[in-house]
């Protein structure tokens, strides 16, 4: 694949502490990109804000408001993992759909071509800008705009399942499965929006598990071991 778009969940990158980070595991992260980059791959980056922030838990607050805090937790995220890519020896540049000061650039596709151009990689930080809507989505509709030929999901589960392996030790884990498939039987891939923006736009999915070795690299270099999700 030329160019493709990572998710990152806020808590993986948090590793066993659940909130904040966990240096050794986002360097890992980064050296593993890095090998693709190197291959000449073209890397966008979507990271989630729940190990900082989970506003839909909350009773008390605002959706609106909460959902823009949310949004924030994922431009703090994009800041410090661009930093450590850029120890590792990568180029990068965080893109937000709405302005943050000197913080990040503001979000267009032009500008993200351009830095792809220049062999950055490009973080797509602050979901879409707009409340009501997950990083989830944010992901399918940054991989369209951008003309990904897929989408990496690296979660805590190393694939899709028929059902909560965590509680059913016989789930079954699928190999590959239709995006139609994963609405109708509510796998829980991504939320509804984003499987339904993934289906109009024939965005497949690559998904797997973070914490298994070199899982970033095997996505895309035949050795994939998680389940595909096709339109």
Known sequence: MKRVLLKLSGEALAGAKRTGFDEPTVTEVARQVKCLVDAGTQVGIVIGGGNFWRG????????????QIGMLATVMNCIYVSEIFRSVGMMTQVLTPFECGSFTKLFSKDRANKYFAKNMVVFFAGGTGHPYFSTDTATVLRAVEIEADGILLAKAVDG?????????????????????EVIDKQLAVVDLTASILC??????????????ENSIVK???GQFTGTKVIV
């Open 56 to 67: 839909r838990t909350s009773e008390t607050i605002d959706r609106t408001k909460a959902d």
């Open 160 to 180: 899709v399942y028929d059902s909560d392996p965590k509680v059913n030790p016989d789930a079954k884990k699928y190999g590959q499965v239709t995006i139609q």
């Open 219 to 221: 996505a895309i270099s």
């Open 199 to 212: 289906m109009e736009n024939r965005m497949p999915m690559y998904v797997f598990g973070l914490n298994e």
